[in-house]
């Protein structure tokens, strides 16, 4: 069956596209006759201008079937006939017909057919013609279980990327695709194009280069198409149907509670309706009830209801309702107040409650329902769900009563209610570094291989970037303006959308041991987390945007209002709905959906020195905070649609001085699902020896060291505290630990196993550009004859090879298991990881152990 739609449009090849769709003066009919069983189509163009390509749909009656077909082809589903001329009559002359080759086949019985459409208008020439094409088509053809999508440009400019989605019948699948690539979830099939046929100039198709398949089950069509989220066959959008049985629920002398049935979806779902008082918009909402507020008592109003759907098309109005607002002289008795508040569940992000109706003389209209002293909903009845909540925390809640005159009870007596945790049990968050596939060679088959996966809670894919001009999330196409590390512009317009999703992956490096074959319009890294998904359902993969180089312009994408919901719109179409950039044949709208769960924001450092060049503002403190909560408020209203909650985390700072010049702790957790403190770095060389050259400190200690220099001890246990007293939920809180090494040359012994001893630069890293760096697994293996020693006071592990030689500073397994064990103890979240590709499988699996260990007890001997 040729159309997806019972409207049908000019069939999209090239020819039809050169050529105008319809004669200047009149358009092509049809007309049937019957000889017995044999039904023919004699086809007339009765203008003066050639018209390419046409087709036939035609209706028959139930249990009627066509076959045989002479100088066409044809396809049937259930009574629909779909009829497609010969290449010798796909061109009629002006004033021709189709005679003497005219389509004929062949009936099951002699019937007429119930309807005819040609080039989607009536056959006899009557109605209204066809729709001038002007975008992107998708004609669908089937042979036995063969599938083809035909895509054409009918603009005057080239697309670059498209993508075709449609929705196959219960239990049908598709796969093994030609000239594209296929992704099925459930009954919706995702098509996109390999990179010789992503960009179709105007006027022009992919053939002979159009994407095929092969489903399992023969003559099948699709029931919807979406290309570029447009119908396939060009028609426009059918609206959804105006809301009936709109009524009044309740009136108070202020309000008015509405309700109405459901709408009829159009060609997308419906996802809110508008209530308009008069012809001023009043409310809009996800359900199919409403409270308009605000009104003057005693006052006649007049309500209507358009449904709108996820694009924003709205319906007719409804039917309107008249309403006369009540008389507030008429009742001044307030309702009793509600009795016996209580939950009656919860999770992480939503308490449901429940309580004893008030009493009143003229009946109760609604109840209010107060979060923290704010009103957070209004319901009709006994019940109601808080949403938006943040998890691990404590909210007070309230209810207060409210009769059909607006006299309001008392609230009820509070009740207390904590979120759930974001995790159960103990998080364990993994980073993904986007470059590790070059110099490390670490792969996101890696996560699997070292088994590190099925220990993970979250993966953070690590780094998005800020687009300098425009302020939003960019998806970069360059690797950085210079190799130096400290070059105040190396990250502007920096990012590697070929590692994210473009480059192919070979079977080796593949999570299910399937190559890419560099068609794919998903590939890369974010391929390879979409099948690792598939094999842990449970984890959670985040974006993270920012970190040292990339948070240059954080300050100013959080400066305003605009410039706040601008940049968070587009990291999260970007990101969560996945509508990834087109390059190298790879993107486009969608590609990306599904992979990422939430977003963790890494700012280097808000109100604070980061990386040189590093745009820092007067307002960054107030401003994270408030682009916190921007991105609580985008990514809660996606969930409104998708059914789904989506995550907020954020890294944040063990250093005092950056929290306190950055960081308003209470503010920012109640966005944020999670902490992931810094717990390294505490000293270090750095690569350039711009940091600590001369003396080596520990990088990750637990404790604050007696021994320490230093005027300030930093410590993960002095950084945790200082989110405690800050009143931060214990449970939001991830202590950082460091999968890599940083070390120091040159190093006098000093008796104390070259802690905290004179030192002569960076030692050598594990890559030229990264002095004093080493992933673990690298440092173990590649620096010979460094003796460990595990400081039990500190509890921080380092290694020396002697008087003059080297010595480094990080996480082992002896102290992560300590570390998990206090996190245990102090009722902590879990721990975050940076980062994956410096463990063979060691560290994790210590991890994982050392979060079921007894907790540590504290020693203070050296």
């Known amino acids: 069956m040729r159309r997806l739609l019972a409207a049908l449009i000019a069939v999209l090849v090239s020819a039809a596209l050169a050529a105008p769709a319809h004669a200047a003066d ?57 009829l497609k001329p010969a290449f010798y009559i796909d061109t009629l002359q002006g004033g021709k017909t189709t ?27 009557t109605g209204a013609p066809p729709p001038t094409l002007t975008g992107v088509t998708a004609d669908y053809t089937v042979s036995g279980s063969t599938g083809t999508f035909v895509i054409a440009n009918h603009g005057t400019t080239a697309v670059n990327g498209w993508t075709v989605v449609f929705t196959l019948p219960s239990g049908v699948t598709a796969g093994n695709a030609n000239n594209g690539s296929i992704s099925q979830t459930g009954t919706t099939v995702t098509l996109t194009p390999a990179y010789y046929n992503t960009t179709i100039a105007a006027g022009k198709t992919t053939d002979p280069y159009s994407p095929t398949f092969t489903l399992s089950s023969s003559g099948v069509e699709p029931t919807s198409c979406r290309v570029n989220d447009a119908n396939c066959d060009g028609t426009p959008d059918t609206p959804p149907s105006a809301p009936t049985g709109l009524k009044v629920v309740v009136k108070t002398t202020k309000s008015v509670t509405l309700s109405w049935d459901a709408a009829k979806a159009g060609s997308l779902p419906v996802t809110a309706y508008d209530v308009y008082n008069g012809s001023t918009l009043a409310t809009t909402v996800s359900g199919t009830t409403a409270t308009v507020n605000g009104l003057t008592p005693n006052t006649a109003y007049s309500f209507t209801v358009k449904a709108k759907d996820r694009k924003g098309t709205a319906s007719p109005a409804s039917a309107a309702v008249s309403v006369t607002t009540n008389n507030p002289s008429d009742d001044t008795t307030p309702p009793s107040v509600p009795g016996n508040l209580r939950s009656t569940g919860k999770d992480s992000s939503s308490v449901k409650l429940a309580w004893d109706a008030s009493t009143d003389n003229t009946g109760v209209a609604n109840y209010d329902v107060l979060v923290n002293g704010k009103v957070a909903t209004t319901a009709t009845g006994t019940s109601a769900t808080v949403t938006g909540l943040s998890p691990s925390t404590s909210y007070s809640f309230t209810v207060l009563a409210r009769d059909q005159y607006d ?10 209610v904590t979120t759930d945790d974001v995790v159960s049990g103990y998080a364990r968050v993994g980073y993904f570094v986007q470059w590790g596939i070059y110099g490390r060679q670490y792969f996101v088959k890696n996560l699997e291989s070292t088994g590190n996966a099925a220990k993970l809670t979250h993966v953070n894919y690590a780094f998005g970037n800020i687009d300098p001009t425009n302020l939003t999330c960019l998806e970069g196409v360059t690797k950085g303006t210079s190799s130096n590390p400290e070059d105040p512009n190396q990250g502007d317009g920096a990012g590697d959308a070929d590692a994210d999703y473009a480059r192919p992956m070979s079977a080796a490096q593949s999570v299910d041991g399937q190559a890419d074959t560099g ?169 350039d020896n711009s940091w600590e050259p001369n003396r080596t400190g520990h990088q990750a200690n637990l404790y604050a060291d007696t021994d320490d220099p230093y005027p300030f001890h930093f410590s993960v246990e002095n950084a945790v505290n200082a989110y405690l007293t800050a009143g931060v ?47 673990y697994s690298n440092l173990v293996s590649s620096v010979p004859n460094c003796t460990v020693h595990h400081d039990e006071q500190a509890v921080a592990t380092s290694c020396y090879t002697g008087p003059g030689g080297q010595w480094w500073s990080f996480d082992d397994a002896w102290s992560i298991g300590k570390k ?36 540590l007890k504290r020693t203070v001997q050296k």
């Open 407 to 416: 006299n309001v009870s008392a609230q009820s007596a509070p009740l207390q």
């Open 519 to 687: 068609y794919e319009a998903l590939r890369g890294n974010f391929n390879q987390l979409k099948k690792l998904k598939a094999r842990h359902p449970d984890l959670k993969i985040l974006m993270s945007i920012g970190g040292w180089t990339y948070s240059k312009y954080f300050s100013d994408v959080a400066a305003t209002d605009a410039s706040r919901k601008k940049f968070v719109a587009s990291c999260i179409d970007t990101y969560i709905k996945g509508n990834l950039p087109s390059y190298n044949g790879a993107g486009g709208p969608g590609t990306a959906a599904g992979i990422f769960d939430g977003i963790d924001v890494d700012w280097e450092w808000p109100g604070a020195e980061g990386h040189p060049g590093n745009h820092v503002g007067a307002n960054d403190k107030a401003n994270l905070t408030l682009l916190l909560a921007e991105f609580r408020t985008q990514l809660d209203a996606l969930g409104q649609q998708t059914g789904k909650r989506y995550l907020l985390t954020a890294f944040s700072p063990a250093d005092p001085a950056k929290i306190s010049a950055g960081w308003d702790l209470p503010g920012t957790a109640r966005s944020l699902d999670i902490f992931n403190v810094q717990g390294y770095d505490f000293h270090g060389s750095g690569s």
């Open 820 to 855: 998990t064990a206090w996190l245990k103890s102090r009722h902590l979240l879990g721990a975050m990881i940076w980062e994956m590709s410096g463990d063979t499988g060691t560290l994790t699996t210590a991890l994982d152990t050392g979060l079921n260990a007894p907790a």
């Open 729 to 775: 939920n214990p449970r939001k809180l991830d202590i950082g630990l460091a999968y890599y090494g940083r070390g120091w040359q040159g190093v006098t012994d000093g008796g104390v196993n070259g802690d905290w001893q004179a030192a002569q630069g960076a030692a050598p890293g594990q890559f030229q550009e990264e002095a004093g760096t080493r992933g």
């Open 26 to 82: 009149g358009r092509l009919t049809a007309a049937f006759t019957l000889s017995g069983t044999t039904g023919k189509y004699v086809v007339s163009n009765p203008g003066t201008t050639a018209v390419s390509g046409w087709t036939l749909v035609f209706q028959l009656p139930s249990g009627v079937t066509a076959s045989n077909p002479q100088n066409a082809t044809i396809t049937q589903n259930g009574t629909k006939v779909t």
């Open 99 to 125: 005679e003497p080759y005219s389509p004929t086949f062949t009936l099951s019985q002699a019937v007429q057919p119930t309807s005819c459409l040609l080039n989607g208008a009536n056959c006899d020439g």
